[in-house]
Nanobody, 126 residues
Framework: QVVESGGGLVQAGDSMKLSCVVS????????VGWFRQAPGKEREFVAAISASSTGLYYEDSVRGRFTISRDNAENTVYLQMNGLNPEDSAVYYCALRPRAYFNSAWASTEGAYEYWGVGTQVTVSS
């Protein structure tokens, strides 16, 4: 089970931290990604972290503003979002890849992930 939380309404320039709690499976062996989907747009990759935390991947528009991290003891992945702007408004989804191979190509590909949460809404007002 994958459960996202932490979304809400903030103003431009504010920060927000999303959480993704995972139950079932061996969390320390699971690669995790964050994706987002704005109204009328396709879902897009945001960030990903490998099971060992050695691989960190970011979409260009969020690099330097967003930070992905994980706490394997808490079965949780976080997405710290700073400097939010209205273009960041979307439903944010957490996704799991319980497979061995993980690199930048796998990380940003929706089809590489097998389990998805229902998403959490992030709205940034101008």
């Amino acid at each position: 089970q994958v459960v996202e939380s932490g979304g809400g309404l903030v103003q431009a320039g504010d920060s927000m931290k999303l959480s993704c709690v995972v139950s079932g499976g061996t969390f320390s062996s699971i690669h995790v990604g964050w994706f987002r989907q704005a109204p009328g747009k396709e879902r897009e990759f945001v960030a990903a972290i490998s099971a060992s935390s050695t691989g960190l991947y970011y979409e260009d528009s969020v690099r330097g503003r967003f930070t992905i991290s994980r706490d394997n003891a808490e079965n949780t992945v976080y997405l710290q979002m700073n400097g939010l702007n209205p273009e960041d408004s979307a439903v944010y989804y957490c996704a799991l890849r319980p497979r061995a191979y993980f690199n930048s190509a796998w990380a940003s590909t929706e089809g590489a992930y097998e389990y998805w949460g229902v998403g959490t809404q992030v709205t940034v007002s101008s």
